[in-house]
């Protein structure tokens, strides 16, 4: 079964890292206590609407740019795509076609 | 405050009524009591992540579908975009360079 909260979890945590930040500093930023985060990221809890708001208003990252890579990761596993970040082989083909033939 | 469980609720609702059924229908068939489901509808429970598995799969929606659409309707609310569906996913990215950058 796909379970929502470890991706959400782990984007929090990607962006977290991207961003360079601590599970100390985001979570003081966010006034949430740092177990309860680490255990968000480690999609062992599931965080309440208000602690999603609170931790990516702490990330500096849109709540949207969340829900899509949730959703984006949720459809690679789901095998409704291969790659989420990835331009498809056909599109690539298309728009470029001298390289399929090489 | 933008609240995730409003717009899951939103977007629940809205397939549901896409499709035809009835909370009723639904409900019996994720197995969640028809009054829990009404909450979450309504933005009044979060729907933890094992119960949004059992209503996706009761409504034939992969989750990815609903998490991508209540991304699309957070982006809009968050002023990211006017139209969550004419303008570019890269939009938000775009806009908040500094992700990137760290």
């Not at 790659?83 to 090489?102: C, G, N, Q, R, Y």
Request: aromatic share 4%; no cysteine; hydrophobic share 45%.
């Amino acid at each position: 079964m796909i379970l929502v909260r470890q991706e959400i979890g782990d984007v929090l945590r990607d962006f977290r890292l991207q961003k360079g930040r601590t599970l100390r500093q985001v979570a003081g930023k966010a006034s949430v206590a740092l177990g309860y985060l680490s255990e968000v990221e480690r999609g062992q809890k599931e965080a309440s609407s208000e602690i999603l708001a609170s931790v990516a208003d702490a990330l500096d990252v849109p709540i949207s740019m969340i829900m899509r890579e949730v959703g984006d990761r949720i459809a690679v596993l789901e095998g409704l795509e291969v790659f989420s970040d990835v331009v498809p082989d056909d599109f690539a083909t298309a728009i470029e076609p001298e390289l399929s033939l090489h």
